[in-house]
């Protein structure tokens, strides 16, 4: 009986080792396949940090591109404003000149006719034909001088 014990402990251990050796084959293919995933998982990351890298980046020259536009729009806006601002100047001039030769020129009908003078009024300015009045002609040739730079704006 001893020696049948005896055998049986043997068989038994050897059937210990053996399914430790099964067991530890068992976690070795694991460690290895959980190796293997974990490098798939990384490479996945780096593919997807790749991706997002490479889309900002066509960001950035998409924003570029379009800042470049804004700027281009924003000095031909300039340009335009100052080509305006230039033209309202010389208009202001030319309205200025105007007013007074107006005033001169219905200061002059008064002088020469009094009796228009009752019907002039600020709601009612005389319209006068310079083709009518012969002593207009000498005014109708004359050119309008005006710059941008006479006054301020």
């Known amino acids: 009986m001893a020696s049948s014990s005896g055998n049986s402990s043997g068989s038994t251990q050897l059937q210990n080792s053996g399914s430790e050796e099964d067991l530890q084959h068992v976690m070795d293919q ?3 396949k959980r190796m293997q995933s974990n490098r798939e998982s990384a490479r996945r990351s780096r ?5 997002h890298l ?3 980046m066509a960001q950035v020259a998409r924003f570029r591109m379009e ?3 804004i700027l281009s729009s924003i000095n031909i806006t300039n340009q335009n404003y100052l080509t305006v601002e230039a033209d309202n100047s010389i208009l202001r001039a030319q309205v200025m000149e105007l007013s007074q030769r107006y005033q001169s020129l ?3 009908l008064n002088y020469m006719d009094p009796s228009n003078a009752f019907f002039e009024t600020e709601d009612f300015p005389m319209i006068v ?3 009518m009045n012969t ?3 000498l005014c109708l040739n004359q050119p309008i001088m005006a710059s941008a730079d ?3 704006c």
């Open 30 to 32: 694991r460690k290895r």
């Open 47 to 51: 593919m997807r940090k790749q991706k």
């Open 54 to 56: 490479d889309d900002l």
């Open 67 to 69: 800042n470049n536009e």
């Open 106 to 108: 219905n200061e002059i």
């Open 129 to 131: 034909d310079p083709f």
């Open 135 to 137: 002593m207009n002609y």
């Open 150 to 152: 006479m006054f301020p």
